[in-house]
């Protein structure tokens, strides 16, 4: 029987025996599942010799929870996360068509988990299109909840769409061209100062240089400059001793070991990222920039199959594998497991088991770089021998 992960002024609480829900996921997602769940047990058994050990609680969404109980997303899901603070998914079908909730927007909404956190970091031996793909190695914090992703938008024509062009041109002498569809960009002081905070608190607590506040406040000046603006102000405020900002005067030639807060505009960011991204490390950043960025980077270092992702509020947190369900490879055994595990070893890691985290990391680094792989890799790797999604697990024990 395992004991409640608690969370306590600001802190996790984790128990020897937390137990921990997982989704396991549609498609492929049973196979890297399966895959994941036995790196993480042999890990945390050879780690903590036995002393800790994770209780697995099976929660349903998806495909399995509407042939099982008729439902996509069942409130118990729901429930059993809420109760539980941490859990981990694999991915789940996208219904076309149907009116239902999507379990990330659901989630997101119930534990306000406002931070999409995207590590993005080079395996060594994976193809890259890079010629050094290795000084990529950026932890991009993505403001998971406002922006122009809150959900406030109309059709064009829409009566809705209509009046709010009506109001802007009426009161504020706004040029809209009639007819427009809308969408609004709130972004406040509020949800981008807790966002910055958390990415600063991350770097400081993990040793990383800098902070870049990535915006296009040159042109949206209240909203993306907003974001600048309340940056800088939280890291003098909150962590003015740990922080120092990037023009400061007084810096001189050195930091002090302070995390060195900087920004750059968005589409410079994009060409940083190629041209010098080792001047990078922890990347704060609204929603829309931050999903973008996050692919992009992803790409850098060899694409999506290895990249893991958490959504963390204060308390509760979701980490999951950030590809689809990829049906076709459902059930065959085949699929890379990567994305899974790597977000296994980011909730290890934000539950205070680093130890664990890195060991998983270091497994998976050492069997990638012994070239046993799964198809998706060894099909672009040369001199890699193919092996299946559960022969990838027992490769990355053995490196453990
Ligand atoms: P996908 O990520 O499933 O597949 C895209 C391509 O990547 C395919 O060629 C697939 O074979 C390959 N691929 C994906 N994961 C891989 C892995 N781990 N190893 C090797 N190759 C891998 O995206 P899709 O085909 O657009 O979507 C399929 C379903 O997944 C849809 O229902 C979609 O809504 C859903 N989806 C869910 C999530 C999620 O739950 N987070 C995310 C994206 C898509």
């Not at 118990?76 to 941490?86: E, F, G, N, S």
């Not at 802007?168 to 960009?185: D, N, V, Y």
Request: net charge neutral.
């Amino acid at each position: 029987m395992g004991d409640r992960i608690d969370f306590r002024d600001g802190r996790w609480i984790v128990p020897d025996r937390p137990v921990i829900p997982f989704i396991e996921g549609d498609g492929t997602g049973p196979d890297i599942w399966r895959a994941a769940r036995r790196v993480f047990e042999a890990t945390v058994q050879k780690v903590s010799d036995g002393k800790r050990r994770v209780e697995w609680l099976e929660v349903l969404a998806g495909e399995k929870a509407f042939k099982t109980v008729g439902s996509w997303l069942p409130d118990a899901t729901l429930d059993t996360i809420r109760q539980h603070r941490v859990a981990i998914k694999g991915p789940l079908t996208t219904p076309v068509g149907g009116g239902i909730r999507s379990l990330n927007v659901s989630l997101r909404q119930l534990l306000d988990l406002y931070a999409c956190i995207r590590p993005v970091r080079y395996f060594e031996g994976v193809p890259s299109p890079m010629r050094e793909p290795q000084k990529l190695d950026v932890v991009i914090f993505r403001e998971n909840i406002e922006d122009v992703y809150s959900g406030v938008e109309y059709r064009a024509q829409s009566s809705e769409a209509d009046a709010v062009i009506e109001f802007l041109t009426e009161h504020f002498k706004a040029k809209i061209r009639p007819g427009s569809a809308i969408g609004i960009k709130p972004m406040s002081k509020f949800g981008s100062q807790r966002l910055v905070a958390k990415a600063i608190q991350y770097a400081i607590q993990s040793g990383r240089k800098s902070v870049t506040l990535v915006h296009k406040g040159n042109i949206m000046k209240f909203t993306e400059g907003g974001f600048r603006e309340w940056g800088y102000e939280v890291a003098k405020q909150r962590f003015g001793e740990q922080t120092v900002p990037e023009e400061d005067p007084g810096r001189g030639k050195g930091d002090g070991g302070r995390v060195v807060i900087k920004d750059r505009i968005t589409d410079a960011m994009f060409a940083q990222l190629v041209l010098r991204p080792d001047d990078y490390s922890v990347i704060a950043a609204p929603n829309l920039n931050g999903d973008l960025l996050s692919d992009a980077a992803a790409a850098q270092v060899g694409g999506l199959g290895l990249a893991p992702g958490g959504n963390v509020g204060d308390g509760y947190a979701v980490f999951e594998a950030t590809h689809g369900t990829a049906p076709k490879y459902a059930n065959l055994n085949k699929i890379n497991p990567s994305s899974v595990i790597l977000s296994g070893a980011m909730m290890f890691e934000e539950l205070g088991w680093s130890d664990v985290a890195a060991a998983i990391v270091r497994g998976l680094a050492g069997a990638i770089k012994a070239r046993r792989v799964t198809y998706d890799l060894a099909r672009l790797m040369p001199n890699a021998t193919e092996v299946s999604t559960s022969t990838f697990a027992d490769c990355i024990i053995e490196h453990v």
